[in-house]
């Protein structure tokens, strides 16, 4: 499999192997290795730092790419999907986010076709397994498109703003592999403590907290992409990337518009240094969040792919003569549970909603395509430290169809325990979603179900996008429909989610025991205890049910002829078209 390579790249390229898994033996390795541009595994050898030349800066900090005429010929036209809820590399959590950041940015590392990681920005690395540092030589044609050289200085600085608790970011624990960067976020130590270290403006040291064998992986991950400083300072905090002119990037492709609900406009970057490898000019991003009218835009020519996310849509395009692709993107699709609402509190009412909700039948009945039904929370493309899929490890916590008699049972000392009636739950519960046909759809069947079977009625609120994501960060919600993506190959990328108060936990869910288990995770160096972890995390979300897991996804689509050998798309890159080749 694609993702057991990945896996296996990472741990033999950061050499944490024998530190993480505590195999001991002697190895006929040195401590530090390196990898390079050119290379694609490691070699005991000992690289050195780049050298001690200190690049210019151009005059104007706030100077931006300059569109131009591009041949038609060579622009593609895709669907974003819904409009970003922001494309800040700081405060972004959406997938279609952090695939439009793999176009614009170059982080130190990059993923290959088959989701291996290669270098980026930096052209080379070396790992010191005694000292868990990384030693980072950026290369010297690396440029920001308002002219200045990309430095060590702009992944520190980022970084550093990715841990200011002003920010916001909700990926800040995502940097917690580096040595005293959750402290620093709380208050705990000064910058000048945390494990990063501009060595010259090519040369950046990065020490970790402990081993970490996901780590190469991380330095992909786009929270941790540069910021150009002296951009981000001279336009402002509150305006850096919210408009096309206050965007300065670093990648295969500069934001040149973005007019807000309708399109986002990326132009090839000819200064970045592989630009001779892109044959695109232009992405032209259609923001279409209505799926059939996605689909008649790809049929009438206007969009050179589109996402067939029913099996109707499937229908419809197979009909037409197109060519229908699939591939497994790793997301997980939940209700999110208000666990402090005052009913929802009740893990017992929680344990009735889900146990309504037949699984199977919704896929069938609304999706009709191979979507299947969760058994764990971590998707199966997520592998385990042998390679297989973790999933597997876990087993099946959760039936395909769930037990509705049970969840009768369940509602009977929900009620007894709360002290209310069926109509007092009905009076309050309700269920965001999304306010394309299929999010409705997927809402509405919520809805039947816990009509039929409880006898409960639950109110739909269909709105925008970002509207959703606002409501569950401030908890003005009750129920709401979501999912999440894998951003590393490990199952920490699914279960540090609900540790108490974590970025991304939404829900008010906090279980000390739950806790504890990824805090050993964290620190394990047997990967079969550290596994055996992550099982007993997966058994308390099933019991405790902070979110009513539903389903995972397999997204199918479709390619224009223009689009030579289809779109490369994967469980860590969601649309990845730079190296897209044209007919």
Known sequence: ??????????????????????????????????????????????????????????????????????????????????????????????????????????????LDDDDNTVPGAAESWDYDEDTLTYTFHLRKDGVWTNGDPVTAKDFEFAWSQALNPDVASDYAYFLYFIKNAEKYFNGEVTWDEVGVKVVDDYTLEVTMEQPTPYALFLFSFGTLAPINQRFYEAVGADLYSTEAQYFCTNGPFALTEWSHNDKIVMQKNDAWHGAADVEVEEIDWKIITDANAALSSFLAGDLDMVGLGTGELIKQATAAGATIQSYTDGTAFYIYFN????????????RALFNA??????????????????????????????????????????????DQEKA???????????GCTVDD????????????PTSIAE??????????????????????????SQNRKTGNYVMSITGWGPDYNDPNTFLD???TDGGNNQTGFSNERYDELIDLASKETDLEKRESYFIECEQIIADQLPIGPSFWRAPSYACSDKIKGGMHRST???INAVYVKLS
């Open 408 to 418: 009768k049972e369940y509602l009977a000392t929900a009620l007894s325990e709360l």
């Open 339 to 350: 666990n402090n609402d005052q009913y929802l509190s009740n893990v017992n009412l929680r």
């Open 357 to 402: 909700i037949d699984a199977q039948k919704e896929i069938d009945t609304v999706w009709q395509n191979d979507n299947e039904p969760m058994t764990s929370f971590t998707a199966p493309g997520v592998s385990a430290a042998d390679g297989t899929p973790f999933a597997g490890k876990v087993g099946e916590l959760y039936a395909p169809s769930r």
């Open 425 to 436: 739950l009905s009076a309050h519960l309700s269920i965001d979603c999304g306010d394309s």
């Open 572 to 574: 860590f890159q969601d």
């Open 443 to 468: 809402a509405s069947f919520y809805q039947e179900q816990w009509r039929q079977v409880l006898g409960i009625e639950v109110a739909v609120n269909s709105m925008i996008t970002k509207q959703g």
């Open 1 to 110: 499999m694609k993702l057991k390579k990945v896996l296996a790249l990472v741990l033999s390229a950061a050499l944490v192997v024998s530190a993480f898994a505590g195999c001991g033996g002697n190895s006929s390795k040195t401590s530090t290795e390196s990898i390079t541009a050119s290379e694609s595994s490691a070699e005991s050898t000992e690289s050195t730092a780049s050298g001690d030349s200190t690049p210019a800066a151009s005059g104007d900090a706030t100077a931006i790419f300059t569109p131009k005429t591009v041949d038609a010929a060579k622009t593609i036209s895709l669907n974003a999907g819904m409009e970003p809820t922001g494309l800040n590399t700081l405060t972004s959590t959406y997938a279609i986010e952090f695939s439009l950041f793999k176009h614009m940015y170059e982080n130190l590392v990059t």
């Open 497 to 499: 989610m609900w540790v």
